[in-house]
């Protein structure tokens, strides 16, 4: 077992059978009009679920969906997902209004075998993100067992996710979670190599952290989407309109020569698809060479780079991949965020998707399935990555 997990019990090291587990899940599914639009997180939770029926458990569910401010914002209901759920588990999913209450330990009572109970959106409770002890306590004093398996969400010290497991005395993750972290511990530990990077999105400031842990791990980074500019610049390149951290100009300029200093490798684009605005798609055209016309702006990367980075990836054993390339959102612009998560699904290494846009841009590819993991956590796997201490797992661990 890797050490992130040192000292965490798992669901399997529990008996189950005729005991209230307390199952915290990560259902912030995206919704639009009260309809699921990407049902991975509700997939991905799955198998304990399945577990803990099938090991005869009383499973009171949760999860927060969105960042609700009142009860009454209704389109942040958990019904929908209560409802996927019932149709996913063949079993019947109770939704509970009132979470606070003590409607969940009266259903408890008389609940039968084929029946689950899943709180309304725990976000609806003020207690939730203050990490409110006496809400965790009411819960806990219809608990028996405590598992958490809501990996994108153990980065907040929320009531459920943190105040919960502190007053309970069984407490475990589930095999999301367990999986998410050996995932992202071989990316740490003992990676298969040539180890490449593939860091794309809009900002330097958001990956710093990241990259500077990588930096001692890694063979080399590639690097795309807008952060790309940055560097660019920072070589004193032509960007035109393009996004550019101005004030991150001197960590991009430091970063490539402490990169080559470790006899790294960094690949920035060679060429790239630039237009007049983000909207003029009719316009898009290739440029000759790096430089970027004065009156245009970048909104993805050239063939020649897709090129160049396909031909370092083929050749990985192990790949990281966070941010897209490009706009890729927008159809013309996505040649390049699509190409890279190709060569990617083409490889034969360890390819862990870093969660977010990163998740959406690997399905919207259609090569979700070629890869080795997608992470669910989004800003958690980056914060786990970058050396920070999750409160969600932090407070699971036994001391001794």
Known sequence: ???????????????????????????????????ITDENRITASLPTIKYCME?????????????????????????????RLQELLSAEVILVEEPDSDAPRALLQSL???????????????GETKDSVEFAQKIANYSD??????????????????????????????????????????????????????????KVSDKIAV?????????????????AYTFQKAQGLPVGKSL?????????????????????????????????SISDTANAHVTKDVAIPEDELAVDIGPKTLQNYSTALREAGTIFWNGPMGVFETPAFAKGTFGV????AESDAVKIVGGGDSAAAAEASGYA???????????????YLQGDKLPGLEILRSKR
Do not use: C, W
């Open 369 to 383: 399935d070629k890869m080795t993991h997608i992470s669910t956590g989004g800003g958690a796997s980056l914060e």
């Open 211 to 227: 990259i500077e842990r990588l930096m001692d791990v890694v063979d080399g980074f590639i690097i795309g989407g807008a952060m």
């Open 55 to 83: 090991k005869g458990a009383k499973l009171v569910m949760a999860s927060h969906l969105g960042r609700p401010k009142t009860k009454d914002d209704k389109e942040f209901s958990l019904e929908p997902v209560a409802k």
């Open 341 to 344: 998560a190709k060569a990617i």
């Open 244 to 276: 550019v951290e101005n004030e991150k100009l001197k960590y991009a300029k430091e970063m490539i020569e402490r990169i080559e200093a470790r006899n790294k490798t960094i690949l920035l684009p060679v060429d790239h698809l630039v237009t007049k």
């Open 112 to 126: 039968k075998k084929n029946q689950l109970i899943l709180l309304e959106n725990v976000r609806f409770e003020e």
């Open 145 to 202: 067992i405590y598992i958490n398996d809501a990996f994108g969400a153990s980065h907040r010290a929320h009531a459920t996710i943190h105040a919960l497991p502190s007053v309970m005395k069984d407490k475990g993750i589930g095999f999301l979670i367990e999986k998410e972290i050996n995932m992202l511990d071989s990316l740490l530990q003992n990676p298969k190599r040539p180890y490449l990077a593939v860091m794309g999105g809009a």
């Open 1 to 35: 077992m890797a050490n992130g997990l040192k000292g965490i019990k798992t669901v399997r090291d529990f008996e189950l059978d005729g005991k209230v587990v307390f199952l915290r899940l990560d259902l912030n599914v995206p919704m639009e009009n009260g309809k």
